[in-house]
């Protein structure tokens, strides 16, 4: 199983930009696909973007598509989630997630078991 941190958060002004960084350790970091998912107080957790074990395909949500962008670094074992034009709903607490079997969008969150440990992203208006 394979160890992830976030970092990067923080609180940022509408239409503002944030990079989220995912560290990953243990195993082989390109057997993977990695994701990341949000969760905002009172909602479920949510995807927001995906990308293939070899970074050659990305998938977003459609609230975040053209505004946030999603990518891989295998060789430093690292996932960035660059977040362009940040709105208020975009507030939520942002969850790396790695998926050795599928790419990870919502339907596989019951049956992904490598979580970060989450990083605030808080978007004032």
């Known amino acids: 199983q394979v160890q992830l941190v976030e970092s990067g958060g923080g609180l940022v002004q509408a239409g503002g930009s944030l990079r989220l960084s995912c560290a990953a350790s243990?195993?082989?970091?390109?057997?993977?696909?990695m994701g990341w998912f949000r969760q905002a107080p009172g909602k479920e957790r949510d995807f927001v973007a995906a990308i293939s074990w070899t970074g050659g395909t990305t998938y977003y949500a459609d609230s975040v598509k053209g505004r946030f962008t999603i990518s891989r670094d295998n060789a430093k074992n690292t996932v960035f989630l660059q977040m362009n034009s940040l709105k208020p709903e975009d507030t939520a607490v942002y969850y790396c997630a790695a998926d050795q079997f599928a790419i990870p969008d919502k339907d596989r969150i019951p049956d992904i078991t490598s979580w970060g440990q989450g990083t605030q992203v808080t978007v004032s208006s």
């Open positions: 243990g195993r082989a970091f390109s057997t993977y696909a």
